[in-house]
């Protein structure tokens, strides 16, 4: 042995020197060598292993039996609720004030658009109850109790409409229920409902297929739609029209053309003439804004617009409302009568809010009927004609029913004009036939038939329509 803590063992026994072999011993457990000195000293050992082993196994099923593994599990999973309830209510409170000034702003835009639609109903009510008993009572004469039945069920109709909208609330939508951390909280904003027109229920719309040519005026005419009517009285209305380059033609409905004016430089263009009663003078629209005044036969040129070209005016007491060729930028201008001062500017995505990259639409003539605007509309992708209705502000609050198509994308000429207080004549030039509509109020088509034209206009008075074609003027009676 060298005196170390370690047993010595051999596992040779002729390596056991002959002096010592008589201390030594074979363990008959591992066929160990042994000492006799270390031999009770190498058992102990091996004990010692044993009992080691045996408090590990204890102590390790102890652990087991007091290990509670789903408590931990537990406790952990509300450690994380915790922390992710925290993390919300942070999340809410950040969020909560992006969607609070999104609230804010949709009240604004509520507010406005409030007051624009109270002023629609406002409008509806005068224009349909109080001006036609005004007139009524106006009259030195016995009231038809028909006109009086006529005007309580339009009245009956508004009224219900706004205690409609009296109670209306769905407008403003948040998706709450679906809303995520990633922020998906959508707001959705709708509209308060327009007035619908009153129908002209008692009134007796003409057949257009029973019209009856009254006279015709033959002239050397051109493409040129640009056609206006000015009603002096009851017996005599004023049709003034244009003859390429430089030529405006003045006709008596009754006895035919009566002047010719020739304009000096001449015109680049006329797209459009209109009779403007607050001004007592003619408008002429193209390359520039003219005025014409028809006892003088002044011309007087007000602007030049940034657009090629003006396609369309109208106006309504005070304001007048242009229309570029094509629409991109502005679409249409609003501006102020006699000063012709710009109030307002309108692009195509403002009044068109369906445009996309696939279908934009285009309009192309602009009419009132003193109670609201309306165009022709067609879609670039389908070239699909329609008669959209808009307040006075350009919201649109009806869209059309497709009444015909262009059969070519460069034809463009499908001009509409008034007809009483709440239909549209549309003649479409675009189309195969050549057709004239007639569409109400809400933009349904009443009735269609094929006749050719570049434009026309209404004689009320006069029970007249007038067309301008390819030979010049025609009259019919209805």
Not at 193 to 221: A, C, G, Y
Request: with cysteine.
């Amino acid at each position: 042995m060298n005196g170390s803590n370690d047993i010595d063992y051999f596992q040779n026994l002729f390596q056991i020197s002959p002096r010592h072999a008589r201390q030594y011993f074979m363990c008959p457990h591992c066929s160990f060598h042994l000492c006799f000195e270390h031999g009770q000293e190498y058992q102990q050992q091996i004990q010692n292993q044993i009992h080691s082993i045996q408090n590990h196994a204890v102590n390790l099923e102890q652990t087991i039996q007091n290990y509670q593994p789903v408590q931990a599990i537990i406790e952990q999973v509300y450690k994380s609720l915790y922390e992710w309830k925290d993390k919300m209510f942070q999340f809410i409170d950040q969020y909560s004030e992006q969607i609070r000034s999104h609230i804010e702003h949709a009240q604004n835009r509520l507010n406005e658009q409030w007051n624009i639609t109270k002023g629609e109903y406002l409008q509806s009510l005068e224009n349909f109850v109080q001006e036609p008993i005004d007139r009524l009572l106006r009259v030195p004469k016995q009231i038809h109790p028909e006109d009086v039945r006529h005007i309580h069920r339009r009245f009956i109709s508004i009224q219900s409409q706004i205690t409609d909208l009296l109670t209306f609330r769905d407008l403003l939508r948040i998706n709450f229920d679906s809303c995520s951390l990633a922020g998906d909280i959508n707001i959705s904003r709708g509209h308060f409902p327009s007035p619908k027109l009153p129908s002209n229920s008692i009134e007796t719309v003409p057949s257009l297929d029973q019209i009856i040519l009254s006279k015709r005026f033959d002239i050397l005419s051109s493409n040129t739609p640009a056609l206006a009517v000015r009603t002096v009285d009851h017996s005599n209305s004023i049709i003034l029209t244009w003859m390429k380059p430089s030529t405006l033609l003045i006709f008596d409905s009754e006895y035919g053309l009566t002047r010719r004016v020739d304009v000096e430089p001449a015109f680049i263009s006329i797209h459009d003439i209109l009779w403007c009663e607050y001004l007592n003078i003619f408008l002429l629209a193209g390359a520039a804004l003219h005025t014409f005044d028809i006892q003088t036969n002044e011309i007087k040129q007000i602007f030049t617009p940034e657009n090629p070209h003006i396609w369309s005016i109208t106006t309504h007491k005070t304001n007048l409302y242009v229309l570029y060729a094509m629409g991109e930028s502005p679409l249409i201008e609003h501006r102020s009568l006699p000063s012709f001062h710009l109030i307002q500017k309108y692009t195509r995505d403002q009044v068109f809010s369906i445009n996309t990259a696939s279908s934009i639409e285009v309009a192309r003539c602009i009419r009132t009927n003193d109670h609201h605007l309306a165009m022709t509309i067609r879609n670039s992708t389908t070239h699909q004609w329609r008669v959209d209705v808009f307040n006075f502000q350009l919201q649109r609050l009806i869209q059309g029913e497709i009444l015909g198509q262009a059969v070519h994308p460069d034809y463009w000429c499908c001009l509409l004009t008034s007809y009483r207080s709440n239909y549209w004549l549309i003649m479409n030039n675009t189309s195969e036939p050549e057709t004239v509509t007639l569409v109400d109020g809400q933009g349904r088509v009443r009735q269609q038939i094929q006749h050719d034209g570049y434009n026309i206009c209404v004689i009320e008075s006069k029970q007249q329509l007038v067309v301008k074609d390819q030979h010049g003027l025609a009259v019919f009676r209805f």
